[in-house]
T-cell receptor
Framework: AQKITQTQPGMFVQEKEAVTLDCTYDTSDPSYGLFWYKQPSSGEMIFLIYQGSYDQQNATEGRYSLNFQKARKSANLVISASQLGDSAMYFCAMREGPNDYKLSFGAGTTVTVRA | DTEVTQTPKHLVMGMTNKKSLKCEQH?????MYWYKQKAKKPPELMFV???????INESVPSRFSPECPNSSLLNLHLHALQPEDSALYLCASSPRRAGEGYGYTFGSGTRLTVV
């Protein structure tokens, strides 16, 4: 069964606007971590933001914020004030359990920012 | 130093060649990973090393042979590869336990082409 679901294969956004990337997850473990990564065409996987399952507040990192809705098992990424350099593939990922190694990745969403 | 360094960045090899991919980190992380990523797909886990011991092998063909000589280095030895093995190979590292931090840090990858 798919553990991480990203339903938007591709999105276009106008420069300076906000964009929301959807991510839903499936786990029965009460302890888990959710990650968002950005992968430009160069290939490097860049860490953006992290949300722990026990974190009370939604995570924020600069222009990135995570809309964590635990009951709905969703962890959407919001990018505010989009820039041309935000054009990339974005992956949602989950680590289950407090000491597990494995990251399960979603299929990814390609974001294209238009000038 | 918060980097994972991978060499080479690009590699073209014949099906009868033997080559190695290298990965290095100096963050004190005790878990290291190899991922394989095909174009426009999420990374797929190949191997996990924990405290320099192989912990997970995701049923990877024996033509891929990992090695962890010490806590900072991870190698992937390649022999008799097939054209379908052409992909981006990503190395990552992380703290072994959640209490030591949560971050998975990825290298920029090696783009492998098998001819």
């Amino acid at each position: 069964a798919q553990k991480i679901t990203q339903t938007q294969p591709g999105m276009f956004v106008q420069e300076k606007e906000a964009v929301t990337l959807d991510c839903t997850y499936d786990t029965s473990d009460p302890s888990y971590g959710l990650f968002w990564y950005k992968q430009p065409s160069s290939g490097e996987m860049i860490f953006l933001i992290y949300q722990g399952s026990y974190d009370q507040q939604n995570a924020t990192e600069g222009r990135y914020s995570l809309n964590f809705q635990k009951a709905r098992k969703s962890a959407n990424l919001v990018i505010s004030a989009s820039q041309l350099g935000d054009s990339a593939m974005y992956f949602c990922a989950m680590r289950e359990g407090p000491n597990d190694y494995k990251l399960s990745f979603g299929a990814g969403t390609t974001v294209t920012v238009r000038a | 130093d918060t980097e994972v360094t991978q060499t080479p960045k690009h590699l073209v090899m014949g099906m009868t060649n033997k080559k190695s991919l290298k990965c290095e980190q100096h963050m004190g992380h005790r878990a290291m990973y190899w991922y394989k990523q095909k174009a426009k797909k999420p990374p797929e886990l190949m191997f996990v090393y924990s405290y320099e011991k192989l912990s997970i092998n995701e049923s990877v063909p024996s033509r891929f042979s990992p090695e962890c000589p010490n806590s900072s280095l991870l190698n992937l030895h390649l022999h008799a590869l097939q054209p379908e093995d052409s992909a981006l190979y990503l190395c990552a590292s992380s703290p072994r336990r959640a209490g030591e931090g949560y971050g998975y840090t990825f290298g920029s990858g090696t783009r492998l082409t098998v001819v």
